[in-house]
């Protein structure tokens, strides 16, 4: 009696003891996990894996329990376009990178396809950590050299129709074009992120978003050739905060008015911005053609401008190398946008412009606590069909 009695007790000490190990058993069989190179991977740098990126996704995809695919330390070639589709059995699928995905060197091999990688119909999808390198190098010298026929190239990661997406700690790498798209996607979270690609890369936006709702962008450096982060018709909802940009064009909402029938833009606060060197800092910016388009609600505040352009512009006119303009009078309606604490250097005389459309004019613009600087002397402001108001310490004097 006195033995089972001990028997038992050794027992409930030993669970109790274990039972942290216990329920990590539990939970780790509630997972499918799933490594790359358990389907042919390999960290070489040289071995295609698409296939095995491919195979990872459709057995995360079709479990029936949340999902992780592990990407582990090493350089994994993924050479052709890799399409990884919804929707999926269950909505938790977690995929974290150790290493580097890399794209070809050879930019014919992906050519014009729209993505590198790009993610469809998905629901409950993280991202963490690694690198993404999307060789974009080639290209970039192929489209600045004259005369030379080049194509397109492909924006790294998209998502397209997919909600409730979380990237973090993801490093984006020379793109060929944009970055990181998301278009007619829902609650989507991107924190810690980090863009680089040359200042004079074209058309690599660090993050695009068009047709989308709900998006948090945080805590996050980009540093790039064109727009850091920029805003496409139907984005609503949209929140920026703590981003460092430079170099690039800065953060633009836009280009808007490209077709007539074109869903607005609204909702969208931006905080606690640098722009270091930038081309721009906050803008918005629009084509001068009949347009349904419209801008409503935008908050810009708490920027640092550091030796940037264009501090702060609005451009109904917009037309990049006056080529081809449509020369008409912009149709997107802008009204409701706040400039609050918005302060540093412009590294142009005129560090604050308003140029609206003569048919619809910009309406319930606010200048407040604005104060930038051009070569340690006061700045200039211009508007032309720009009404509005300004509070508190305004520097340069207010042209609304």
């Known amino acids: 009696?006195?033995?089972?009695?001990?028997?038992?007790?050794?027992?409930?000490?030993?669970?109790?003891?274990?039972?942290?190990?216990?329920?990590?058993?539990?939970?780790?069989?509630k997972i499918t996990y799933i490594n790359v190179m358990s389907l042919g991977a390999k960290p070489d740098g040289k071995t295609d894996s698409t296939a095995a990126l491919t195979s990872a996704w459709t057995a995360a995809c079709n479990s029936s329990k949340p999902a992780s695919i592990y990407v582990p330390k090493g350089r994994f070639l993924v050479n052709q376009q890799a399409e990884?589709?919804?929707?999926?059995?269950?909505?938790?699928?977690?995929?974290?990178?150790?290493?580097?995905?890399i794209a070809p060197s050879d930019?014919?091999?992906?050519?014009?396809?729209?993505?590198?990688?790009?993610?469809?119909?998905?629901?409950?999808?993280?991202?963490?950590?690694?690198?993404?390198?999307?060789?974009?190098?080639?290209?970039?010298?192929?489209?600045?050299?004259?005369?030379?026929?080049?194509?397109?190239?492909?924006s790294t990661l998209?998502?397209?129709?997919?909600?409730?997406?979380?990237?973090?700690?993801?490093?984006?790498?020379?793109?060929?074009?944009f970055h990181i798209v998301f278009n007619g996607c829902t609650n989507v979270k991107v924190q810690g992120v980090k863009v680089t690609a040359a200042g004079n890369s074209p058309n690599t936006d660090g993050i695009h978003l068009q047709f989308s709702t709900g998006v948090k962008i945080l805590n996050s450096k980009i540093s790039t050739g064109d727009d850091?982060?920029?805003?496409?018709?139907?984005?609503?909802?949209?929140?920026?905060?703590?981003?460092?940009?430079g170099p690039g064009h800065g953060i633009s909402i836009g280009s808007l008015g490209r077709d007539f029938e074109?869903?607005?833009?609204?909702?969208?606060?931006v905080k606690r911005v640098t722009f270091i060197n930038t081309q721009n800092g906050v803008r918005?910016?629009?084509?001068?053609?009949?347009s349904k388009g419209f801008v409503n609600h935008v908050v810009f505040q708490h920027a640092t401008m550091i030796n940037v352009q264009n501090p702060i512009v609005i451009d109904q006119n917009y037309c990049p190398d006056h080529i081809n303009c449509p020369g008409e009078v912009s149709g997107v309606q802008i009204n409701?946008?706040?400039?609050?604490?918005?302060?540093?250097?412009?590294?142009?005389?005129?560090?604050?412009?308003?140029?609206?459309?003569?048919?619809?004019?910009?309406?319930?613009?606010t200048l407040e606590d604005v104060k930038l600087n051009y070569k340690n002397q006061q700045a200039k402001s211009q508007c032309a069909n720009a009404g509005g108001n300004s509070l508190g310490l305004i520097e340069p004097s207010s042209c609304l």
Not at 1 to 28: C, D, G, P, Y
Not at 129 to 140: A, E, R, V
Not at 262 to 269: A, L
């Open 262 to 269: 074109e869903e607005g833009v609204q909702n969208v606060t």
């Open 158 to 177: 998209g998502f397209t129709n997919s909600n409730n997406i979380k990237i973090y700690g993801l490093t984006s790498l020379n793109s060929q074009l």
């Open 336 to 365: 409701d946008v706040l400039y609050q604490d918005i302060h540093g250097t412009s590294a142009t005389e005129v560090a604050v412009k308003f140029d609206c459309s003569k048919k619809n004019p910009c309406k319930g613009i």
């Open 107 to 154: 930019y014919n091999v992906l050519g014009s396809t729209m993505f590198w990688i790009e993610f469809k119909s998905v629901d409950g999808l993280s991202i963490r950590g690694g690198f993404l390198d999307g060789k974009g190098t080639g290209l970039w010298a192929c489209k600045a050299a004259s005369g030379k026929s080049c194509p397109t190239g492909v």
């Open 228 to 245: 850091c982060i920029s805003i496409g018709p139907g984005t609503s909802n949209l929140s920026i905060e703590d981003v460092i940009c």
């Open 1 to 29: 009696m006195e033995q089972r009695t001990k028997l038992f007790l050794f027992t409930f000490l030993f669970l109790f003891a274990n039972q942290s190990a216990i329920l990590s058993i539990a939970v780790e069989s």
């Open 284 to 290: 918005i910016k629009s084509w001068g053609r009949p």
């Open 84 to 101: 990884l589709s919804g929707p999926c059995r269950n909505k938790v699928i977690t995929m974290r990178i150790d290493g580097s995905i």
